[in-house]
Nanobody
Framework: QVQLVESGGGLVQAGGSLRLSCVAS????????MAWFRQDPGKEREFVAAISWSGSSTTYADSVKGRFTISRDNAKNTVYLQMNSLKPEDTAVYYC?????????????????????WGQGTQVTVSS
């Protein structure tokens, strides 16, 4: 059984930065795509960023391009999301996701169904 635990969320002022972490346990996932999604209450969960197992391929939502950076440390089974220049509209619960199967498809990585394991989420609140 795979478990994902997110951390690093909190309250920050607009323009500030946060770094989210997600640690995977239960099996080695160093060759699996990982991603971040977010959900604001009353809204659909939306894609934020994804990364291939090697880190050579990354995909971002247009809303975060140039501000957020996804990275991973396979030795630690951990994926990170560095968030800079935060805006109030970035306020949401951020979820980590991992694909059970190998492969990275740029056209599919932004869909929830591409992933098999999900964390419980960490709250990010950006005040204006």
């Amino acid at each position: 059984q795979v478990q994902l635990v997110e951390s690093g969320g909190g309250l920050v002022q607009a323009g500030g930065s946060l770094r989210l972490s997600c640690v995977a346990s239960g099996r080695t996932l160093s060759r699996n795509a990982m991603a971040w999604f977010r959900q604001d209450p009353g809204k659909e969960r939306e894609f934020v960023a994804a990364i291939s197992w090697s880190g050579s391929s990354t995909t971002y939502a247009d809303s975060v391009k140039g501000r957020f950076t996804i990275s991973r440390d396979n030795a630690k089974n951990t994926v990170y999301l560095q968030m800079n220049s935060l805006k109030p509209e970035d306020t949401a619960v951020y979820y980590c996701a991992v694909r059970r199967y190998l492969g990275y498809s740029s056209s599919d990585v932004s869909t929830e169904s591409f992933y098999n394991y999900w964390g419980q989420g960490t709250q990010v609140t950006v005040s204006s």
